[in-house]
């Protein structure tokens, strides 16, 4: 089967397979999700413009849309998992629009975007104890 940009997607930067249920896929477990080889995928990533060497030229936070997901997901709420996963792949191809290979946005300090940020204060785990 060959799967859409949006079940690429879903599967590879949400974690989201066929069912909307949460599982890590690196790009050869998406293949075999969708039975193909991973050349075959990588290729229909190219087409789609859905590799990694593209998307961290994209400002789009993936990161944050996939631990969304998972935590939808893990909270139980399908509807809600189905209807974000079509939001951010509604906003990440609008992101993609403006993709600028001259901007790098993979390795981003959510925390610090602009400058003068403090940076966060750091929590004391042994402070529970």
């Known amino acids: 089967m060959r799967p859409t940009p949006y079940q690429v997607f879903c599967g590879y930067y949400l974690g989201l397979n066929r069912e909307f249920v949460y599982k890590f896929f690196n ?24 590799t990694p060497e593209i998307t961290r ?18 909270a139980g709420q399908k509807d809600e998992v189905i209807a974000f996963a079509w939001k951010a792949f509604e906003e990440f191809h609008q992101a993609l629009v403006r993709y ?30």
């Open 57 to 74: 030229h994209v400002n789009y936070n993936l990161a944050k849309a996939h631990a969304t997901a998972q935590e939808l997901f893990d």
């Open 27 to 50: 790009q050869a477990q998406l293949a075999a999700h969708y039975g193909l080889g991973p050349a075959e995928l990588r290729h229909l990533m190219e087409e789609y413009y859905l």
């Open 100 to 129: 600028d290979p001259s901007k790098d946005f993979e390795n981003v300090d959510y925390d610090r975007l602009f400058p003068g940020d403090k940076p966060p204060t750091p929590v004391d785990e042994d402070a529970g104890d």
